[in-house]
């Protein structure tokens, strides 16, 4: 059964840090791209970021390009979201899904978790 558990979000004040975790089972991890995805009130949900399923392609959002690091680890079935220089627009529900397929130009599965309530606010 597949589950993704995302974790570390939090309250932090703008120009603040954080480092999301997604952790996944139930599946082969290193056969598919993962993306985070994010949700603000009143808005749709937009992917910020995608990795690849060997990490060695990520792509990002123009609205957090240059501030959003993800990155993943095989072993550990695990991706990470490293979110710098914070912004109150980044407030969200953050959520990670899986791709279907190994590159993040398949479409991603409608298998939601609980996310993680990111909050930028001073």
């Known amino acids: 059964q597949l589950q993704l558990v995302e974790s570390g979000g939090g309250l932090v004040q703008p120009g603040g840090s954080l480092r999301l975790s997604c952790a996944a089972s139930g599946f082969t991890f290193d056969y598919y791209a993962i993306g985070w995805f994010r949700q603000a009130p009143g808005k749709e949900r937009e992917e910020v970021s995608c990795i690849s399923s060997s990490g060695g392609r990520t792509n990002y959002a123009d609205s957090v390009k240059g501030r959003f690091t993800i990155s993943r680890d095989n072993a550990k079935n695990t991706v990470y979201l490293r979110m710098n220089s914070l912004k109150p627009e980044d407030t969200a529900i953050y959520y990670c899904?899986?791709?279907?397929?190994?590159?993040?130009?398949?479409?991603?599965?409608?298998?939601w978790g609980q996310g993680t309530q990111v909050t930028v606010s001073s």
């Open positions: 899904a899986l791709h279907r397929g190994s590159s993040c130009s398949y479409p991603q599965f409608e298998d």
